[in-house]
């Protein structure tokens, strides 16, 4: 298996804009994460999927955050509009049952200016 | 890949050497631990884990120790490589989802 899969790597986007990201967990996998790494907070829970269900959203700083998973094999975090604040390393991890070890993808660095 | 803060405890060990890196977990109903390696530009890669029922784990040149009483964690890498040299940080685990991630240390290589 080729491991946790990130797209983009890198975004640069204007303010205002709005941002995709995209994830392929393990297969096999049923909990997928999205995290958010600064150096301020380092990783910070945005948001936990289980069997393609999000159990728990409390992490997503404001309603500008949205993701889905519409199935066992992809997931998307949105952030529409973009502001700069929103700056950071994005990772998506994913994990057999959730309470095991957590595999993270390359991560996709984000960039609003 | 930075972990974390403005002020990332850093480690300096010359190549060849044993490094020790410490880390303090908060929650005492944690019963799961994972080390992690942050490679700059990359995301964490999973170093070694233990339970709460071991005290020690050993894997290739990497071992981890686990204090429940003091609620302390640490990984112990023999004869450190220059490929050693990034961010660790320690994630501990309740039995849910929530890992609690560590502030992070950052380990450079001396050659």
Known sequence: DAGVIQSPRHEVTEMGQEVTLRCKPISGHNSLFWYRQTMMRGLE???YFNNNVPIDDS???EDRFSAKMPNASFSTLKIQPSEPRDSAVYFCASSLTGADEA????????TVV | GESVGLHLPTLSVQEGDNSIINCAYSNSASDYFIWYKQESGKGPQFIIDIRSNMDKRQGQRVTVLLNKTVKHLSLQIAATQPGDSAVYFCAENPGTYKYIFGTGTRLKVLA
């Open chain 1, 45 to 47: 829970l945005l948001i």
């Open chain 1, 103 to 110: 595999f993270f993808g390359q991560g996709t660095r984000l």
């Open chain 1, 59 to 61: 992490g997503m700083p």
